[in-house]
């Protein structure tokens, strides 16, 4: 069992197609107010772009490669921070005493995958959980949307932040595989984030035929370029 306040994910052995029936996840975190806002943070730890890289019967070696937290989730986490930090610091000047809003950072991977959600943390979320599972190696698209959705679905939060893709396997397909499985609205490829505390998140996207103006309710998955 691992966690990180007040959050904790439950895993018995689990065996390769059996993740629906064996994964439990509880969450002890209040459910979202109009006055709290909870942004959670998906990131990965991938290997370093720069770093040699071997197969290994056909499968990447990740244990003796140099990895990172992936580049483009360090974006989520910066736009949430532009986001949070001034909401905190307009609360903190009213007299209240501790941060409102908070940052949660949720990776799934092996134990070394601690690394990049202490990356995260140092850049100024404030909590961290990281779900692994040897059964969970290897996992493809659809089995990792599942399992961060369980994770997700309960801890009462009004945001997840991606980066848009990871630079290991370039798909940009679990921020919408996410958005699917939770029922929630999903705003891709943003690259402004304007959320309003009352229940509402606007984006600016970039495309080649002009400039998408998005917006949507509470809650809602937006990935971030």
Wanted: aromatic share 6%; glycine share 8%; net charge negative.
């Amino acid at each position: 069992m691992l966690g990180f306040a007040g959050l904790t994910f439950q895993s018995n052995h689990l065996s390769q197609g059996y993740l629906l029936s064996s994964l439990k996840w509880s969450a002890t975190l209040p459910p979202s107010s109009m006055t709290t806002m909870k942004i959670a943070i998906c990131v990965k730890q991938v290997p370093d772009s720069w770093a040699e890289k071997k197969m290994v019967n056909g499968v990447l070696d990740r244990e003796n490669v140099d990895a990172v937290l992936n580049d483009l989730d360090e974006y989520a986490i910066e736009e949430a921070l532009r986001i949070i930090e001034p909401l905190n610091e307009a609360g903190l000047n009213e007299g209240k005493e501790s941060p409102e809003h908070t940052i949660t950072l949720i990776s799934m991977g092996p134990d070394r995958a601690t690394e990049a959600i202490r990356k995260g943390l140092s850049m100024g979320a404030d909590s961290g959980v990281l779900i692994s599972d040897t059964a969970l190696a290897a996992s493809d698209a659809m089995s990792t949307s599942l399992v961060l959705a369980e994770a997700i679905k309960s801890g009462g939060f009004d945001l997840v932040f991606f980066g848009a893709e990871s630079t290991d396997a370039r798909m940009s397909v679990i921020p919408a595989m996410l958005s699917a499985r939770l029922g929630w609205a999903q705003l891709t490829f943003a690259s402004k984030v304007t959320v309003d505390p009352a229940g509402s998140v606007s984006i600016t996207r970039v495309t080649e035929a002009g400039v998408d103006e998005i917006s949507a309710a509470f809650p809602a998955v937006v990935s971030v370029v």
